[in-house]
């Protein structure tokens, strides 16, 4: 190679102490570019491919975060195995219609997650006959429709002038106001005085509580109470219904009903 070539040959090289063939390590601090990075773990959606007898071919995306399984857990097995048992009628309805060509928007049923958990899921899905595949993408709406029973609960005991105590998740609401989280104490103390009609002796309050009324220090009881009544009283401004009867025990003197 004559000098020519070989000033022209160095012209042309990449000016780094590598070569002009061997690419640049861009070092172990180096962020991975967008390319390479997989984007499906950024999805919020699941994006799920079913075969004609309804199992999972691949779930790509938020699997894990929607149904709790991860991918390989549910490959291979039937989609409605994971759905929630009164949701399976309409649930293989919508399938036949979406198998006849029917592009489905906006369906919604319930699926039981792997902690056992009910999760809310919309779908869009429809059916490719090139590929003889089922595509489907699922989104979790669970917390809009707790906030949508939440909001027609609240209407309804503003409407009735009720309290109501709900089990999932365990809260109280006065009439005509926001929810009052609860413990899970606070629950079973509110739980056995709703059904407990005129005067919950603080003996039963104690078993429900899973204590020996025996063994229990009777001032555990009239501090929670006062805690109760309270967190009722911060929170929602108004004054909890219920009566101390000395000696005795307690009564919830408004009326009250009992949700799941």
Known sequence: MNSTNASEAGAQAPLTDTGP????????????????????????????????????????GACESI??????????KPMIQFVYELDRPRTLQAVERIMGG??????????VRKDGRLVHIMWSARWSPKDGVRVAVARDVTHRRQAEVMAETLEAAGAAGRWTLHGSPPRLVAPGL??????????????????????????????????????????????QMRR?????????????????????GYRFYEDIDVLP
């Open 21 to 60: 063939c061997r690419p640049v390590d861009p070092g172990p601090g180096a962020a991975a570019s967008p390319a390479s990075a997989d984007l499906t773990d950024l999805l919020l959606d699941a994006i799920c491919i079913v075969d004609p007898q309804g199992r999972f071919l691949s779930i790509e």
């Open 67 to 76: 149904f709790g399984y991860r991918p390989e857990e549910m490959r291979g």
């Open 102 to 111: 029917y592009l489905q928007r906006h369906f919604e049923n319930r699926y």
């Open 178 to 223: 926001s929810a009052i989280p609860l413990s899970a104490q606070d629950y079973t103390v509110l739980l056995a005085l709703a059904r407990g009609g005129n005067c919950v002796r603080r003996r039963e309050i104690v078993a429900a509580l899973g204590e020996d009324y025996l063994q229990y220090d009777q001032r555990r009881l009239d501090t």
């Open 228 to 248: 109760l009544r309270r967190k009722v009283q911060e929170q929602a401004g108004v004054k909890l219904p219920v009566a101390t009867m000395r000696g005795v």
